[in-house]
């Protein structure tokens, strides 16, 4: 186990500006030459924000967001994280400022046990022993992981060693957090428990960042999209807006959630709201029917 | 990613004279090589084989990622050779040719050390050339027409095959690992690191097994490959001049008890000095290096 290092995390006050990520005219060229990932790409996001990008495969939304944390440097124009040009830090001196979790949590983990696991981001960036413990417990009782605190992270079910890869993530406490499809093969349960921490995130005052294909999961979630094609971001609005454009969905390739699709087929041509959730499409259609119907009673 | 210059031994596409041979008379070569640098103590002989080896890479323009590959001969040879002459493989007595300090240096052991090396650099020149120069595909292919069996064959295919999923795993990995503030380099950046890629592996390897079985892998029947080899008469000419000029040099030196020149060939002493000042300092030179790399935090 490396020993703790002498690195602290800079004050984040220090380093305050108002806004969280910055990209100016960022283009990324991968080193062959012959893949241009990002071509041109502006973007700011503020404090506190929860910012969903979707687009299909290879539109650019991994490159970008590893741009964010310096894995990957822009070709030309700038990024500039917690007022910091990403171009001038390691990805080790980011990590402070920005966190990413993996898709697969299976390249992130490798101690012991999952407590282990917990204690090695924080310790990396130079937090003291009794704050790291103090996060540990946290987390552990936050994603519910008390029963596994003392397993090989190895020996744990799926879902729950993503849990275990985001918990190591959230322990290191960064202001900025980068989610790669968080919910790619986890089931009800755990997507739920990676909902909450989102918003629970953004309450605290984190900008959760969020790359994902699940559709309902940003619905539900987040209050920007950024929608991405060939290299270049092509729209940015509200989920509502973004899943109601039923152009831009088709140019992208991209479906809305369903409740949504449903809205706009039903209730949306007769003036009615775009649903992002089922429960939203649920409380309209009740409030349509009732109004019909005075005596039925819709249970949901 | 530096990761995938790791380990510059694949297949260098490219359509030269040696490109073209088959890999069996390759193959006859690779074998006599070796065959022949432990059969002769002759370094006319072993450094002629290295040269000619070095030869053909230039002629399949493999020469830029061959000299990337033998830079591994830097450790190997400095330290043969440094060692040869502080302590020579051969028996005493031993002429003292200068001292260095307390350390006393012998020319005895110089003859050896050269024939060492040039068996290495012979053999590894050849070999490296052949792989460079020879699509896996076809190998396993020319395996199979000589009855290794399949499964056999196969494994070893996968085995190439997995080689830079694994690099690329690696990276992924660093990423990840250096996202969470790991310093990415040193002892402390191995466990982190390695931990991920060897379970990743054993996973991978186990689900390519049950994958490979849901799909009839190993049921009766003549495995047969998209890309067929045929071997021409420039390749039949290729492996019978080989197996005539080895067997030839190999049964000449083996008569001459190994044709050992080391009393006809005598190096003078300055020259055994400046060797080994030279062969000692780069050996020091990557420990110092390699030590600095791994405790660099």
């Given at each position: 186990m490396p020993e703790p290092t002498t690195t602290t995390a800079p004050a984040i006050a220090q380093l305050d500006?108002?806004?969280a990520i910055e990209v100016t005219g960022a283009s990324y060229v991968y080193p062959s030459g012959h893949v241009v990932a990002l071509d041109g790409v502006d973007l700011r996001v503020e404090r506190g924000e929860i910012l969903g990008i979707i687009g299909q495969n290879g539109s650019g939304k991994t490159t970008l967001t590893k741009l964010f944390n310096g894995l990957l440097k822009p070709s030309a124009g700038r990024v500039i994280v917690n007022g910091v040009d990403t171009a001038t830090k390691t990805v080790q001196q980011m990590a402070p400022h920005i966190g990413y979790v993996f898709q697969n949590p299976n390249h992130q983990l490798f101690a012991r046990t999952v407590q282990a696991e917990l204690e090695f981001g924080p310790r990396n960036i130079g937090v003291p022993a009794e704050e790291i413990a103090e996060r540990v417990r946290n987390a552990v009782e936050f994603f519910g992981l008390q029963d596994v605190v003392d397993e090989h992270p190895y020996r744990v079910s799926f879902p729950v060693r993503k849990l275990v890869g985001i918990a190591s993530i959230v322990t290191m406490q960064p202001s900025i957090l980068i989610f790669d499809e968080?919910?790619?093969?986890?089931?009800h349960q755990t997507t739920h428990i990676i909902n909450d921490l989102m918003r629970r995130l953004r309450d605290e005052g984190t900008t959760v960042v969020c790359v994902s294909h699940d559709m309902p999961l940003l619905a539900d979630v987040v209050e920007r999209v950024i929608v991405m094609k060939e290299t270049r971001i092509i729209a940015d609005a509200s989920p509502r807006e973004v899943f109601a454009d039923q152009t831009l969905m088709a140019r992208t390739n991209l479906q809305a959630p369903q409740s949504t699709q449903i809205a706009l087929a039903t209730v949306v041509p007769l003036g009615g709201p775009v649903a992002l959730t089922p429960s939203e499409l649920a409380s309209d259609l009740e409030r349509r029917l009732t109004a019909h119907v005075p005596s039925t009673k819709i249970t949901k | 990613m530096s990761m995938q210059m790791?380990?510059?031994?694949a297949m260098i596409p490219g359509n030269s004279l040696i490109h073209r041979i088959t890999p069996l008379p390759k193959m006859i070569w690779v074998v006599g090589y070796i065959v022949l640098a432990f059969s002769t103590t002759n370094i006319v002989i072993l450094y002629s084989m290295a040269l000619f080896a070095f030869l053909i890479a230039v002629i399949s323009g493999v020469t830029r990622p061959l000299l990337k590959a033998c830079v591994i001969l830097v450790p190997i040879a400095s330290s043969l050779l440094a060692l040869q002459i502080i302590a020579p493989a051969v028996e005493k007595p031993w002429t003292s040719v200068g001292h260095i300090g307390a350390l006393a240096l012998y020319g005895n052991g110089v003859y050896y050390g050269f024939v060492l090396l040039g068996r290495i650099v012979a053999s590894l020149i050849m070999a490296l050339v052949v792989v460079m120069t020879t699509h896996p595909s076809d190998l396993f292919t020319t395996f199979a027409k000589l009855k290794i069996p399949y499964t056999f064959n196969f494994m070893l295919a996968m085995t190439l095959q997995l080689i830079p999923v694994f690099q690329r795993e690696v990276g992924i990995i660093m990423s990840a690992q250096k996202s969470r503030g790991?310093?990415?380099?040193?002892?402390?950046a191995v466990l982190p690191s390695f931990v991920p890629v060897f379970v990743g592996a054993i996973e991978r390897v186990q689900q390519l097994s049950i994958s490979l079985e849901s799909r009839g892998f190993g049921s009766a029947g003549i495995k047969t490959s998209y890309r067929q080899v045929k071997s021409r008469p420039s390749d039949w000419v290729v492996a019978i001049v080989g197996v005539v000029a080895i067997a030839t040099l190999a049964t000449m030196s083996i008569m001459r008890g190994t044709w050992n020149l080391s009393t006809v060939i005598l190096f003078p002493h300055a020259f055994v000095f400046w060797l080994f000042v030279v062969a000692a300092s780069v050996f020091a030179a990557v420990i110092l290096v390699t030590v600095f790399y791994m405790f660099k935090r």
């Open positions: 500006t108002s806004l968080p919910s790619t093969g986890q089931d | 790791a380990l510059p031994i790991m310093k990415g380099r040193g002892f402390s």
